[in-house]
C-alpha cells in the first residue's frame, strides 16, 4: 500500500457529508477497482458444475459481505480518528479494499449470482464497530484493524480450501484479498495498533461467524 498522503482537517459537518457520500456509494453504488482483476488472464468461461458453480457464488457472495463490511469499518474508524494520518491512512485501506468489493462483484455476476440482500444491514453494523473502536482511541482502532485482519486472513484461507478446483478465477481473487489483508494488518501494527483483549477477539469471532452463515442465503 502507498503511504496516504494528509488532506486538511475537515469541520464536522464536511465529515458527515463526507461519510454519508462514502456509505451511498459502499452499499448501493457499483464498486470500480483501481487494479486490474487478478483472474483477467484467465476465462472467465471456465466449465463449473452446477454444483461447482453454486458452491464457489455462495463463497463470493460471503466475501463480497465482508467486504461491505470492512468498509463500514474503516469509515467508522476514519470518522473517529482523533490523528489526522491515522484516518488518511484508514481511509486508504479502505480504498483498498473497495477493489475486493468490486472483484467479488464482478466474479459473482461471471457466476450468475447476486451478492447478499443484507449488504445495508452488514455496513451499518460495521460502521458502528468502527465508531466504537474509533471513539477509544486510534491505538485501540488501529489494534482492531489488526485482529480484523488477522480473522480475514484465516477465513480466507478456509475459502481457498473450499473453493472447487475448477474455478481458479475465484482463487486467484482471493489470493491477492489474502495479501493485502496481511498488509493491512501489519500495517495497523507498525502504526502503533495495540493487541486487543481475548474476549473482545472472541466476540469479533462470533459477529464474523454470524455474518457469513448469514450472508451465503441471504
Not at 46 to 52: K, V
Not at 91 to 103: I, N, Q, S, V, Y
Not at 130 to 153: N, P, Y
Amino acid at each position: 500500500m502507498s503511504a496516504p498522503t494528509t488532506q486538511p482537517p475537515l469541520n464536522l459537518p464536511d465529515q458527515l457529508i463526507a461519510a454519508a457520500d462514502r456509505a451511498l456509494r459502499a452499499v448501493f453504488a457499483p464498486a470500480t477497482a483501481s487494479r486490474p482483476l487478478p483472474a483477467s488472464t484467465q476465462s472467465a468461461a471456465t466449465a463449473l458444475t452446477e454444483a461447482q458453480r453454486q458452491q464457489a457464488a455462495g463463497l463470493m457472495r460471503v466475501n463480497h459481505a465482508g467486504e461491505i463490511a470492512a468498509q463500514g469499518l474503516y469509515h467508522g474508524q476514519a470518522l473517529a480518528a482523533r490523528n489526522p494520518q491515522v484516518r488518511d491512512m484508514l481511509l486508504a485501506a479502505g480504498r483498498e479494499e473497495t477493489d475486493h468489493l468490486a472483484w467479488c462483484q464482478t466474479r459473482l455476476a461471471e457466476l450468475g449470482d447476486r451478492p447478499s440482500r443484507l449488504d445495508p444491514l452488514w455496513y451499518a453494523g460495521s460502521l458502528t464497530l468502527g465508531l466504537v473502536a474509533g471513539l477509544i482511541s486510534d491505538k485501540a482502532s488501529l489494534g482492531f484493524v489488526s485482529e480484523t485482519e488477522r480473522q480475514v486472513e484465516r477465513h480466507l484461507d478456509g475459502h481457498l480450501q473450499a473453493l472447487p478446483e475448477a474455478d481458479t478465477r475465484s482463487r486467484a481473487i482471493l489470493e491477492q484479498m489474502r495479501s493485502d489483508e496481511i498488509q493491512h494488518g501489519q500495517q495497523a501494527r507498525d502504526a502503533g495498533g495495540i493487541e486487543l483483549p481475548t474476549p473482545i477477539k472472541k466476540l469479533m469471532q462470533l459477529t464474523s461467524r454470524v455474518m457469513t452463515r448469514t450472508a451465503v442465503y441471504f
